[in-house]
DNA sequence: GTTTAAATTAAACGTTTGTTTAAATTGTTT
DNA sequence: AAACAATTTAAACAAACGTTTAATTTAAAC
C-alpha cells in the first residue's frame, strides 16, 4: 500500500516539523493544515485521523534504512571500515530525519499510543539482524572480541547521537555554540571521532 | 526557596509519573488532581501554572546528584573502579527516576517550552566539571587515554539507557520477555555490562 | 455536454483543556 | 469565642482541540 501524492506527502512533511518541534498533542491538527497549506478536514479525508497521520508518517520514514545497512554488509571492507561506514549511516539518518527520531522515541515510549508496532518492530528486526551479521564477519575474521553485547551497539550509537541532539541547548551553551551551524559541524566532527572512537575500542581484540 | 509540603510531594509524584506516561499536553490537570487526591484548582494554588509546576518537578528531582558525585571523586578507588561507581550511580539514578528522564529528555527538547533553563543547567554544569575531574586522575594517573572527549562520556552512558529504556518494547519482544522484573534485570546484568566495558575499552590506555 | 466521482471548503459539533472565581471550610492567633 | 488567614471546594470561564457534516468546486469518464 501506501503510495502517496503530492498533497500528502507535504502535510507528512510539516506534521514531521511540528509533531517534532511540539509533540504530538502539542502540535494541531489546525497548525498542520494552515502549514500545509490545506483545509484542517483534509488531513481526515487522507489519513483518518491525527494518530493515522503518525503512523503513516513513521511507516514513510524507515523503510530504506534495510537497504543501506544490506549495502554495507555486502560491500568488500575490512571489518573496521564497515563500522566507520555503520556510524556514518547511523549519523547521516539521524541528522537527515533528526525531527522523526524525536518523535519515534517519544511516542513509542508512551503508554497512550501503541501504534503500528507489528509493522515497525519487523522493520527494526530485519535491521537487527543485518547489523549483527556484520559484527559476526568481524568475529570470524579474529578481529572482533567475541565476549560483547551486539545487539546493544546500535543502542549506543543513536542513543548517543539522540541525547546530545535533545541536550543541545547544554551543550550549545557550554561550548558557545551561536550558530546552528556550529552545533551541527560539532555533531560531524567531535561527536563522530567520539562514537567511532568508543564503538571501535568495544571492540577491538587485544591480542 | 522550595521546601515542600506532603501534599504538594504527593501532586508533584503522581505528575511526575503521568507526565512521563502521557506527555506534558497528554496530562492533564484533572487528571493529576484526581490522582492525586486533590482539586483541581490546588495545582494552580500551589505551583501557579502546569507550567510551573513541571519546573518545580524538574528542580526537585536534579538536586542530590552533585553530591553523589563528588562522593565517588573523593573515594579512595583506583581509577576504573571510579568508574564502575560512576556508571552504576547512572544506571541506578535512571532506574530510579526513570519518569524523570523521559519527562526531561522530551521537554527539553521540544521548542515550545523554555523551562527555568538557567539553574537546571547550572546543576548540569557542576556534575559535569565533577565528572571531569575523575576521568582527569585517571589520566594523570596514565592509567586512561588522553585522546578522548571526556565530556561525551556521560552522553553515551545516558543516552545508551535512556534509548533502550524507550525502545522497551522492541527488546521485550526480540528476548521474550513477559514480566517487568525480567526487563530490569536485563538493565541490571547485561545492559550494565555492555556500558561498563563500552566505556572502560574507551578509557583503556593500550601501553 | 452530461454524469459521476474525487477533492476541497467553511461551518458547526461536542469535548476537553488550563485557569479563575467566589463561596465554604479549616486552622491559627488573639 | 472572635477574628483572621490559609486551605479547599464546586462551578464557571473562554479557548482550543479533533472530527464530522453538508455544500461546493474540480476532475474524469462516458
Redesign the pocket.
Known sequence: MTEF?E?QIEILQVAEKLFADEGF?G?????IAKDAG????????YFG???KLLEALIMYRTSDMKMQLESILGDDLPPFDKIDRLVDLYINRINRHKCMYQIMHFELSTKKRILSMESFMNVKKENTAIFRKIIQEGQDAGVFRTDIIADLIPATVMGTLVHIRNNRAYFEQIYGFDTEEKFEAYMNTEVTKHIKQTIKALLANEN
Chains 1, 2 share one sequence.
Do not use: F, G, L, W
Request: no cysteine; aromatic share 6%.
Open positions: 501524492n498533497k498533542d502540535a494541531s491538527i489546525r497548525t490545506v483545509n484542517i478536514a483534509m488531513i481526515s479525508y485521523s491525527k494518530e
